[in-house]
DNA sequence: AATGAATGAGGCTTCATTCAT
DNA sequence: CATGAATGAAGCCTCATTCAT
């Protein structure tokens, strides 16, 4: 704070990765040159492979930064008090945190990519595996899910759970531009939790006001 | 050589849109050539050109046939007999024709592109627009609404269930060896159709035990 | 001739190999860049790789242009009245024709690639091998051959008259330039020839004045 | 620290040299980057430009090594008893010191880059004229000149004898698997060896038989 | 003396697009 | 209508060289 060095530890790796995130969110994987990638981060393209081997290996450092960023946010929701608490963490984090339009974008990309990459697509499942095994297990050990009216297991609960919060982001590069972002959030999130309600009905009152 | 009644050339724009189809499930958008796409379709590059302006317009012409697909299962649909039935058919079309993962795949990518092509967007945009449109319908006036246990509106059922069937969708490209195309897709379907039960569940089984 | 049609056939291959082989022989094969080719041609770049996998197998196939040439004199050489006349040829077409500063320039890069280009080895190799295993037999089936002072088998006999062919062919890219092409080119055959005399000697006159 | 006396650093120009050799055996001159020199060498990119002003200044530098290592090897030939020893001396320096493979390949690549790098030809030059002198001197005094069966000039025997060594070094580089180093060099030396007594043949054999 | 991060020009290659035939 | 040779801009990546530390 006092210290006057300009830069303590200017984390190279970050900083591309972060100009990196930004340019894969605005163009694409494949419409991003590593010239954007440099432009965006304010260094020259060379430096940019004494981080990364290639191209790829950016994009796959990006999933892998993806895949940690989820696990943290596995982590937050394990400690929250209530089912529905945890999958509010959940889908929040995963869908609004930043722009949501840039996640999104970025993550749809992703999926994308992982359908002919054979290194993304190792990723995107493995850390696809964990959270949902994750959340299986936060499901079946919830008081909530004992007097459901359903007859889905905790595994298809945790698999329409998240196919409702990966539908949704996907539409959500659609942008429809006629509400804010939080507004377009708002209304997602209200569908998403009278969902989680009539699947972890309680007798008592509703969670949320 | 006189004789220009009858169709003298084949339906070349289908014949390369068919041939584009299959290269960009292969490798996505920006990853197919426009030689692939000649290749595919048997043709000479050049050809192309004389029935779209560009790369560009054949992927835009995609999304349009991509759109009147969709609006053809609209359409069989509403012929269905009963509400689930005709979730049944959309869903299915939606993800199960052809190879599911190269519809998984091109959709995704088409997605992504909708996320930076304002062309393409506007043309998803209007597709999804449209079958929402005609799914909330189906909703409002089916009988099955009446008595539901929940406080969603059509509207809001509708994009609950599209963003269910859209997420499993994504999923779909990370294909998960460990099962067959139809078995997976099976495993969708069941879940799926318990929440179709749940959302608009008839009959029998009083909502509290 | 007659033919008022400016290039008839322009065998692209040909064209680009000829400007490759002026710029391998001016610079050498790494230090030639396609766009050096290109321009020596008087093409675009991208054209080179209509007719090239890349710029190895532009290098390969000049491998295989030298190597047909080479075994034409071969021919030619066998077509010889005496054994000392078919060396001459050889001697001559190695190392005489075009400027041999090119040819020598060019040579001494191909063996120098040999050592590190597996391909290129092979290529060299074989050529290699098909001249000299021609030379041999020439010299074993010639009536010079039996009255010989030396014990040098044939295969030896070759390998020492090609030795020294290749070794002049290596000192002429220094290019002494005390003297002018022919006036160096008379100079070194004239040592061969005396070489070979000595090697072939016949009790008769010299063959050649 | 403020001893300056001692060599303080270790001979960094000839380290860096020895790497560059390695290097430039293994991959050529132009397919050699500093980096590799560096790694190979153990030090810092940086460092090497402290000693060489750059690249080029390198390659000419190891011209000079193996310049001065040559002209050792003159001293030790012109000590020899023999006209016939003093040559093997030679032959045997010029070739067979390290391992072959390695230097052939590197005089290959020094003969290449003098056709184009006038400042290694000129040293290549330098050498080449220094060591024919002092073996066409070597010859012109030898006793075993005298009585030749043959009409060639000590210089003209030079010639020849040095285009045999440099022929059957151009050939090493294609490394003919088909025998170790050892045997393919002990191969080249019976051959050289029946061309020096067939060119200085001394005590017996009358030369027509 | 020594390091290695940083630069940016330049090399190889691909590809959308055009056009003569 | 159809071809495919041709172009050239642009993308990925390497590497000689410099310079702050």
Same mark, same amino acid.
């Given at each position: 704070? =006092?210290?006057?060095?300009?830069?303590?530890?200017?984390?190279?790796?970050?900083?591309?990765?972060? /100009?990196?995130?930004?340019?894969?969110?605005?163009?694409? +994987?494949?419409?991003?040159?590593?010239?954007?990638? =440099?432009?965006?981060?304010?260094?020259?393209?060379?430096?940019?492979?004494?981080?990364?081997?290639?191209?790829? /290996?950016?994009? =796959?450092?990006?999933?892998?930064?993806?895949?940690?960023?989820?696990?943290?946010?596995?982590?937050?929701?394990?400690?929250?008090?209530?089912?529905?608490?945890?999958?509010?963490?959940? +889908?929040? /984090?995963?869908?609004?945190?930043?722009?949501?339009?840039? *996640?999104?974008?970025?993550?749809?990309?992703?999926?994308?990519?992982? =359908?002919?990459?054979?290194?993304?697509?190792?990723?995107?499942?493995?850390?696809?595996? *964990?959270?949902?095994?994750?959340? *299986?297990?936060?499901?079946?050990?919830?008081?909530?899910?004992?007097?459901?009216?359903?007859?889905?297991?905790?595994?298809?609960?945790?698999?329409?759970? +998240?196919?409702?919060?990966?539908?949704?982001?996907?539409?959500?590069?659609?942008?429809?531009?006629?509400?804010?972002?939080?507004?377009?959030?708002?209304?997602?999130?209200?569908?998403?939790?009278?969902?989680?309600?009539?699947? +972890?009905?309680?007798?008592?009152?509703?969670?949320?006001?």
């Amino acid at each position: 704070m =006092s210290d006057s060095r300009i830069e303590p530890a200017p984390d190279r790796r970050e900083q591309i990765l972060n /100009a990196a995130m930004i340019c894969f969110a605005r163009r694409g +994987f494949h419409q991003t040159s590593m010239h954007h990638i =440099s432009g965006e981060a304010g260094i020259s393209v060379g430096l940019i492979y004494r981080y990364f081997e290639n191209k790829d /290996a950016v994009i =796959s450092a990006m999933a892998d930064n993806h895949k940690s960023e989820i696990q943290q946010v596995l982590e937050r929701a394990r400690g929250a008090e209530t089912l529905l608490a945890a999958l509010e963490i959940l +889908f929040t /984090a995963h869908c609004c945190e930043n722009e949501p339009q840039v *996640t999104a974008a970025f993550v749809v990309d992703l999926f994308a990519e992982a =359908s002919r990459n054979p290194r993304v697509a190792e990723l995107v499942r493995d850390v696809t595996k *964990t959270v949902m095994d994750g959340v *299986t297990d936060l499901i079946a050990r919830a008081t909530e899910s004992k007097n459901a009216t359903h007859d889905l297991t905790p595994r298809q609960l945790t698999e329409l759970i +998240f196919a409702v919060s990966d539908g949704m982001l996907m539409r959500e590069v659609l942008n429809v531009s006629t509400a804010t972002d939080s507004e377009r959030r708002e209304r997602q999130l209200e569908v998403a939790r009278r969902l989680w309600r009539l699947l +972890f009905k309680s007798e008592s009152a509703p969670v949320y006001a």
